[in-house]
């Protein structure tokens, strides 16, 4: 049965998150069985990604894992998850972030209400996620937002048809995803419902792309 | 086809500091639910602000609303009850003017509801979120029946706007008390003359209910008040449950 939404989840060494990601993916509400295709692209973890992801039992939807050797482009990554896609619509989940699960609802009840729309846009919130060493959570604090936050890659859901005007994400610059859904604004009608539906994990620590640019480490993963 | 489920809904003054976007995001998250057979019984407290155009406004759009109009500002547990005695259906969903409902939560609760004929009252989490909808924490209370009766004599850990229950047992417990005393902890009071009697739960692991945290909000505005009536009520809890 062709599913209604695919979810693609780019990971790199992310064993200890990416089993809550994709149980937020699953754990959706007012979808029905077989709805939810999960394409997991693995961008050569060295960690134990492979094995645990295999072990999740997606139950009555369905999921992809593919390992490809390790490029560290999260545009080339997500591009390769795209040709992949079979549902009629698009969503992003971030392995070390989480939908809440009234993400896809929330987006349906637009697209019901606005036909002619062709991408809709939740809210995120931020969370704190203290790690020790071995993977557990040690406290989990919700913050507001950053002031400069602008709605984040986790809460688009679009129209498979976008994929014809804009086919792939940018994979030589940074903020390639603001930069893909962007273009997809510019080109399609959308609206932003402003409900919070997604959670942004905020690792203190390790190789988080995102904790490294708020450092001041301007490392490039690109060439 | 008759509605499953009433959505009670009291409100005074939701244009409150000039701005009726709380009130109008209220409404539309309740007439945006994936389950949509319901009536939704609003109740307006004698406002005296632009709040009561606005509600005909919507009426006038949507047949599913039913507005009650008070002669004058009677408070919140009158007005509840008033509320209670309009609503036709056997679940009643219980809303506050300034709080947001996640699409999914009539849905939700009803199947949990349909699947556990003992419960006669389920509470979710909630999520804080400020002014602009931003998300500042969430919070699940004890869901487990008899986990959830002790805590109670510690404290309200049921969110109010995020209930829903059955209409008859609450009706046999008499409603919410018009007792002066719990004045803007009614809700607490309720609770625990219901938990005494009957199966109150919080659904496990899912929060609908986006609970705003605003200066104006009864919580803030009658802090010292609520605290009272709160203490009041962890007796009278010790005593019943």
Not at chain 2, 69 to 96: E, F, H, W
Not at chain 2, 149 to 162: D, E, M, P, T, Y
Not at chain 2, 183 to 205: C, F, G, K, T
Request: glycine share 6%.
């Amino acid at each position: 049965m062709k599913p209604l939404f695919s979810v693609i989840i780019p990971t790199f060494n992310r064993a200890a998150f990416i089993k809550r990601s994709i149980g937020s993916v699953l754990d959706q509400d007012c979808v029905y069985a077989g709805d939810i295709q999960i394409i997991v692209i693995d961008d050569g973890s060295g960690d134990q990604t492979d094995q645990i992801v295999s072990k999740i039992d997606p139950g009555k939807h369905s999921i992809i894992y593919e390992k490809i050797a390790h490029i560290g482009q999260p545009g080339t990554v997500r591009n390769l998850a795209l040709k992949k896609v079979e549902g009629d619509f698009v969503c992003y989940c971030d392995s070390d972030d989480l939908w809440l699960p009234h993400h896809l609802a929330t987006a349906m009840q637009e697209f019901k209400k606005y036909p002619h729309l062709y991408m809709v846009s939740n809210f995120w919130g931020l969370a704190k996620f203290t790690v020790c060493p071995d993977g557990r959570i040690l406290n989990e604090y919700v913050v507001p937002p950053h002031p400069k936050n602008i709605v984040n890659t986790n809460c688009r859901v679009h129209r498979k048809e976008c994929l014809n005007v804009v086919s792939s994400f940018n994979t030589s610059c940074w903020g390639e995803d603001q930069d893909f859904f962007g273009r997809i604004e510019t080109k399609y009608p959308q609206s932003k419902t402003g409900i919070v539906t997604s959670v942004n994990g905020y690792i203190r620590g390790g190789n988080n792309l995102t904790y490294l640019f708020d450092q001041g480490v301007k490392q490039r993963y690109y060439t | 086809m008759s509605p499953e489920i009433s959505v009670l809904m009291p409100v005074y003054n939701g244009c409150r500091d000039g701005s009726d976007s709380f009130l109008r995001q209220a409404i539309d998250s309740i007439l945006n639910q994936t389950f949509e057979n319901f009536e939704f019984v609003i109740v307006n407290d004698g406002s005296t602000d632009g709040t009561s155009d606005i509600l005909n406004d919507y009426a006038k759009k949507d047949r599913r609303i039913e507005i009650i109009n008070n002669p004058s500002n009677m408070k919140i547990m009158k007005s509840l009850n008033i509320g209670l005695l309009n609503c036709t259906a056997p679940y009643v969903a219980r809303q506050d003017a300034d709080d947001i409902s996640t699409v999914t939560r009539l849905e939700v609760q009803k199947k949990f509801m349909d699947d556990r004929p003992e419960t006669v009252l389920c509470g979710t989490g909630m999520y804080v979120i400020d002014e602009g909808n931003h998300l500042i924490m969430e919070i699940q209370h004890p869901c487990n029946y008899q986990v959830l009766r002790n805590s109670l004599k510690n404290g309200c850990f049921i969110v109010h706007g995020s209930v829903m229950f059955r209409k008859d047992p609450v009706m046999e417990v008499g409603g919410y008390s018009t007792d002066q005393q719990y004045l803007h902890a009614e809700d607490y009071e309720l609770w625990v003359r219901l938990a005494s009697r009957y199966v109150v739960e919080n659904i496990p692991n899912r929060t609908l209910y986006f609970h705003r945290d605003h200066k104006s909000k009864i919580g803030n505005v009658f802090k010292k008040e609520q605290e009272i009536a709160t203490r009041r009520i962890m007796d009278l809890a010790r005593k019943m449950l």
